[in-house]
Every structure is written in C-alpha cells, then in structure tokens.
C-alpha cells in the first residue's frame, strides 16, 4: 500500500537509485504529458527547501512539458524495469507511444503524473532552472558530453511530496 513520508525519511542511496537503477522524469497532466529516463541528478537543500536538481537537454521532448508545467515527478523503479527505463531514454515520446511500450500505467499525482509500477515517487514544484554554461567547466573532460554544444538545462525542484510503495 502507497505511504507519503517525508524525503528526509527516504533510507533508500539516492546516488545508486538514479546512476545505477534509473528513474523517470515526467512532466504534464493527464493525457498530455511525457516521461524520459533520467541517471543525472542531485537531491538536498537549497534556499531552506528540500529539492532535487535535474539535467534536460533542449532537443528533447520532455524540454517543452517541463518548461511549459509548473510541476514534475521523479518515478523509481527499483531495477527491475531496466528495459522498460531503456525504452524511455531511447525513444522520444514525439515518435512513439511510450506507456505503451512500456506497459506503464500512469496516475494522476498533484499536478503532474507518476507510474502506479513506480516504488517512488518524488513530486515536485519548479522553482528556478539555470542553463549549464561551458566557461563555468573546470575538469576540460566535461565536455566530452557535449560534443554537440548541446548543454542541459538545470532544473531545482521543490519536493512537495514522497510517496513510497
């Protein structure tokens, strides 16, 4: 049964949860939304609030769902979704139809979606986003992710909500 708990009573590694088991990012409401694999990310405090930071890039779809709705969720899944999480960050929800690929089922949480699948699910209010700037890079190998100049955009999230299954 689905709890709310607060983000400071997560025992789960953050750090292994999204490097290494992956998580969706999702943005949008109802039938209107996308989700897209995300490995990228932070979470903590900042400004007196409890946040969580993530990286998109602009050619992606889910870009203009974040960018144009206030709120967004963070699905994990605990690992065992591996395949499903590779088509969400391979595909592009302009090309397919990824819930279902996926088999996902999505509900309704606040203002934005989540995945009934999902173990946690950290929803989210958007409060400050910055776009990455190359002259900050210290460590010259960061660019090697952005052979393009394709560099993401930094979103803050206010954590609102923690549910747990």
Same mark, same amino acid.
């Given at each position: ?14 750090? &292994? ?24 990310? =932070?979470?903590?405090?900042?400004? *007196? ?36 999480? =590779?088509?969400? +960050? ?6 397919? $139809?990824?819930?279902?690929?996926? =088999? ?21 209010? &958007? ?7 190359? *002259?900050?890079?210290? $460590? $010259?190998?960061?660019? *090697? *992710?952005?052979?393009?100049? $394709? ?5 803050? +999230? ?8």
């Amino acid at each position: 049964m689905a709890k709310e708990i607060s983000i400071r009573e997560l025992k789960s590694n953050f750090v &292994k949860m999204l490097s290494e088991d992956w998580a969706l990012l999702t943005a949008g409401k109802d039938d209107r939304f996308n989700t897209m694999t995300v490995s990228w990310g =932070g979470i903590g405090e900042l400004w *007196n609030k409890d946040v969580a930071f993530l990286f998109v890039r602009p050619q992606r779809y889910t870009y203009q769902f974040i960018e144009n709705n206030d709120y967004f969720t963070l699905s994990f899944f605990g690992g065992e979704y591996k395949k499903e999480l =590779g088509i969400c +960050g391979s595909k592009s929800g302009k090309d397919v $139809d990824k819930i279902a690929e996926t =088999g996902f089922t999505p509900v309704s949480i606040g203002e934005s979606i989540g995945f009934e699948q999902a173990k946690i699910t950290v929803y989210m209010k &958007k409060i400050a986003y910055q776009d990455m700037n190359p *002259n900050g890079f210290i $460590d $010259d190998s960061i660019m *090697n *992710n952005y052979k393009e100049n $394709d560099f993401h955009r930094i979103y803050v +999230g206010e954590i609102l909500k923690v549910i747990v299954e």
